[in-house]
């Protein structure tokens, strides 16, 4: 355990900010499953909508720095593009 002060609040703030980040990531990681599961009921509709929800809780992950941007850009084209191919479908 730690023994200063200092020490004590850091690990107090790294508990809360874990929880936050926690908290965060199983948001996006939801938001992904619900147009994921859209795609699979093969419900363009529902999948264009749960996209459209979608794209902005992974650009502000990557503003907090929870998710890479690459990985968020990666997540929206592929996701796209299965949406796409379901309505061309």
């Not at 690990?11 to 499953?33: D, F, G, H, I, L």
């Not at 147009?35 to 502000?60: G, H, K, M, Q, S």
Request: hydrophobic fraction near 45%.
């Amino acid at each position: 355990m730690a023994n200063s002060a200092q020490a004590r609040k850091r690990v107090r703030q790294a508990e809360k900010q874990r929880r936050q980040n926690a908290s965060q990531r199983s948001m996006t990681r939801t938001a992904v499953k619900r147009v994921i599961a859209a795609i699979e009921a093969r419900d363009v509709d529902a999948a264009r909508a749960a996209y459209t929800r979608a794209v902005p809780i992974l650009d502000n992950m990557v503003s907090k720095g929870i998710l890479h941007k690459n990985k968020a850009a990666r997540h929206k084209t592929r996701l796209n593009a299965h949406i796409k191919a379901l309505a061309a479908a």
